[in-house]
């Protein structure tokens, strides 16, 4: 029986996709060498941690000493694992109530399978979900970094700012969806993130709010990034698109989540101008992978060449020739 439950047990591990399994392995080993063995110094960074480190180079430096200035160098570029290391650590870990670091994990799981799986935004594409863990876990680390360098001191957990940026990212992939926010007020899923700030600033105070505002923020950028346009242009008139159509079908995505596409078209929420992108790895990320390139193409929202089922591969929109109503095709990744 227990050699049948561990076979059990790696088989659904190895049925997360990879992206997500590995964050949720990651973290959940990161935060056991932390409880148990004080390993937070050798994983975490922040700005004071560099401002430090670069500290002690520059005062090798004026010794005049070029091999150990030399020295000092090499062992800061080693150390900038630590940025990655550090999206793995959910503030919770250091608190008194340390299942909470427990559930941001869970909650980090269950948005990051939701877009990487089959079905989601990202619909199974390894590369294309890895380039935007990539890109949205640089952002978070830099605004990060900017914010304790121009603003506060207090602590930023990239990880935390990473949870909010895929719920945010999650939210706008699945607006109609119905959730409960705290499991107990029901809200659409658009409105998810406004709920998780009010929430982190309820539970963290200040330091909570701020992460996620960062995550948040990096999300909206990498929406940008994909759409091809300026930060602002979705703010602009007529930036939504109009639905006259009755929506009928529904569909379940997850645990207390419920798409639900009927009702009055009022209360459906169209997609924004900048949900209708998609932005491919480029193609050295690619080759770097060995994976195939033909599972997805990169589009913005000014794409006004319709595309047929063969091309359009992404399951998202684009502009009809001056239609006014929108609806996503809903094809699938490598169709």
């Given at each position: ?18 992206v997500?399994r ?7 080993m ?23 480190d670069?500290a002690g ?6 010794k005049?000493n070029?091999f150990?200035?030399a ?13 990655l ?6 503030s ?7 299942w ?6 869970y909650?980090?799981?269950?948005f990051?399978n939701?877009?990487e799986a ?41 990880h ?26 029901p809200?659409?899923?658009?409105y998810?993130?406004l ?12 330091s909570?709010l ?9 999300g ?9 346009t ?19 079908d529904?569909?379940?995505v ?9 009702g ?8 924004s101008?900048y949900?209708k992108?998609y ?8 080759n ?11 589009k ?7 595309r047929?089922e ?7 929109s684009?502009f ?12 699938r990744?490598g169709?």
């Open positions: 029986p227990l050699t049948t439950m561990a076979n059990t047990i790696v088989e659904n591990i190895q049925r997360i996709p990879p997500t590995f964050f949720t392995l990651a973290s959940v990161t935060c056991l060498a932390i409880t148990s063995f004080d390993a937070l110094p050798g994983l975490f960074c922040n700005y004071h941690t560099l401002s430090n670069f180079i520059y005062k090798v430096y004026q005049g070029s150990n200035t020295k000092a160098i090499a062992l800061q570029v080693i150390n900038s694992y630590k940025f290391t550090s999206t793995l650590i959910p919770d870990v250091l608190s008194s109530q340390r909470n670091a427990l559930m941001d994990i909650f980090f799981y269950t990051s939701h877009l089959y079905g989601g935004k990202f619909n199974g594409n390894f590369p294309d979900y890895l380039w935007y863990a990539i890109t949205c876990g640089t952002m978070v680390n830099v605004f990060a970094l900017f914010y304790n360098a121009f603003f506060d001191p207090m602590p930023i957990f990239p935390d700012c990473l949870l909010a940026c895929l719920t945010y990212t999650w939210s706008r992939a699945n607006k109609n969806a119905k959730i409960n926010l705290m499991g107990i007020v809200i659409k899923a658009y998810l993130p709920g998780n700030i009010l929430i982190k600033l309820i539970l963290r105070g200040p909570g701020v992460d996620t505002i960062i995550g948040i923020l990096s909206y950028l990498y929406l940008c990034i994909q759409l091809n300026l930060p602002v242009y979705n703010l602009l008139p007529d930036a939504y698109g109009k639905n006259t159509e009755q929506h009928t529904a569909r379940r997850g645990i207390l989540r419920y798409v639900d596409n009927g009055s078209q009022y209360e459906y929420i169209g997609d101008i949900d992108g932005w491919k790895a480029p193609k050295f990320f690619y770097l992978l060995g994976y195939p390139s033909k599972n997805s193409v990169r913005t929202a000014f794409d006004s060449t319709p047929n063969e091309s359009a591969t992404t399951g998202y684009w009809g020739s001056g239609a006014t109503a929108f609806r996503g095709k809903g094809h990744l169709s």
